[in-house]
């Protein structure tokens, strides 16, 4: 069989898992893997395996579903390149590989709730921010299989690919790039730039053509659209499933892995929100809801007072509320006192943060 041959059938096949995993949402699931001898451990037992003791696979799993869900996706377009999905311990897509690693945690829902307990959230734990993720590390794999990354014209847009810097400082107010993950991540790298276009481009009804209509970053998408058109049908020129750092190969424990995560990302939200948000919430020793839990279910409401009066778009808003959530979670906050109160007070703080973010020194941001 030619390998031609085999990647129509590879697609026709997925996207006839796709039916059968929509078909499966509506009925109980039969073909589940028996549960790991692990998944009623406490925390502190669970942190001291290692990763290849924790033997879980990608079968069965939300995330499988989800990867189903982006080749569909890649298909609609005619790509033919289907990125390999591997487990480790967190996102990333290598060089030169076209496929990528997604971490461990999405493999099981005790891992995501260690991860929510050790890093106070779950990076792609929701079904939609799990496929913006998945769209992004998509766009370096297509980039790899493609070697799209060599061509005078992508270098010409995008620049040309220099090591990694250990942060960036993003300008909130740029349209030179698309906005899709959190702080403004497109801006870090010109690899990245290409990803989140990529990404946005790729999105069902993204709309693009609407959303970017006159900002310099709407050149970008509209040549991810030509150069896509020019790839569609043919086949990727690198077919290498190599699998970096796969689970089963580290032998680090989950222990280590947090230490040295929560040292990495111990600064990144800054402490300027501190104060205020110690006037408006209460350290009330676990009493009441969380600050945290408050901010996200009023989120809709804030975001659109806020936006009404700094005219600034929802992304950035968004990202104001996100950092207020992590330092109510670091300080152990608890909203006790009447909603409609806490909305109107909480307005006025993220008010005056958003247009402190806008206008203060352009934050450190680490990668
Ligand atoms: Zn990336």
């Given at each position: 069989m030619n390998s031609a041959h085999k990647m129509r059938t590879n697609g026709a096949r997925l996207a006839n898992d796709a039916m059968k995993a929509n078909r499966a949402d509506r009925k109980p699931r039969r073909h589940t893997v028996p549960a790991p001898v692990w998944a009623d451990w406490s925390d502190d037992a669970l942190l001291g395996l290692r990763?290849?003791?924790?033997?879980?696979?990608?079968?069965?799993?939300?995330?499988?579903?989800?990867?189903?869900?982006?080749?569909?996706?890649?298909?609609r377009r005619h790509l033919r390149a289907r990125p390999h999905v591997w487990l480790s311990h967190e996102w990333f897509a290598p060089d030169g590989v076209p496929g990528f690693a997604a971490p461990f945690y999405l493999a099981h829902p005790r891992l995501m709730?260690?991860?929510?307990?050790?890093?106070?959230?779950?990076?792609?734990?929701?079904?939609?921010?799990?496929?913006?993720?998945l769209r992004h590390?998509?766009?370096?794999?297509?980039?790899?299989?493609?070697?799209?990354?060599?061509?005078?014209?992508?270098?010409?847009?995008?620049?040309?690919?220099?090591p990694y810097p250990d942060w960036y400082r993003p300008r909130p107010d740029s349209r030179r790039f698309v906005l899709h993950l959190d702080s403004w991540y497109a801006q870090?790298?010109?690899?990245?730039?290409?990803?989140?276009?990529f990404a946005v481009w790729l999105t069902p009804e993204s709309d693009w053509r609407r959303r970017y209509r006159n900002w310099p970053a709407a050149r970008k998408l509209e040549y991810v659209d030509w150069l896509m058109n020019e790839i569609a049908g043919s086949p990727p020129a690198v077919r290498s499933r190599a699998r970096l750092e796969p689970l089963s190969a580290l032998r680090t424990t989950l222990r280590e892995h947090y230490q040295?995560?929560?040292?990495?990302?111990?600064?990144?939200?800054?402490?300027?929100?501190?104060?205020?948000?110690?006037?408006?919430?209460?350290?009330?020793?676990?009493?009441g809801r969380t600050a945290a839990a408050f901010l996200r279910r009023a989120q809709p409401e804030l975001r659109e007072l806020v936006a009404r009066w700094t005219g600034q778009p929802a992304y950035t808003i968004?990202?104001?509320?996100?950092?207020?959530?992590?330092?109510?979670?670091?300080?152990?906050?608890?909203?006790?006192?009447?909603?409609?109160?806490?909305?109107?007070?909480a307005a006025v703080l993220v008010t005056v943060h958003t247009l402190n973010f806008l206008r203060g020194r352009r934050r450190r941001v680490a990668i």
């Open positions: 990763f290849c003791d924790l033997r879980v696979g990608l079968f069965a799993t939300p995330l499988a579903d989800r990867v189903v869900r982006l080749y569909v996706e890649l298909a709730e260690l991860e929510r307990s050790q890093m106070l959230e779950v990076e792609g734990g929701s079904p939609q921010s799990c496929m913006q993720i590390e998509a766009g370096h794999a297509i980039d790899h299989a493609y070697r799209l990354y060599r061509r005078a014209d992508y270098r010409r847009i995008f620049g040309r690919c220099r870090s790298h010109p690899a990245e730039d290409f990803a989140e276009t040295r995560r929560r040292a990495r990302y111990a600064n990144d939200v800054p402490v300027v929100y501190d104060a205020d948000l110690q006037r408006l919430f209460e350290a009330c020793g676990g009493r968004d990202q104001v509320l996100r950092e207020m959530a992590v330092r109510c979670r670091r300080l152990g906050l608890h909203a006790t006192r009447s909603a409609r109160r806490m909305t109107q007070d």
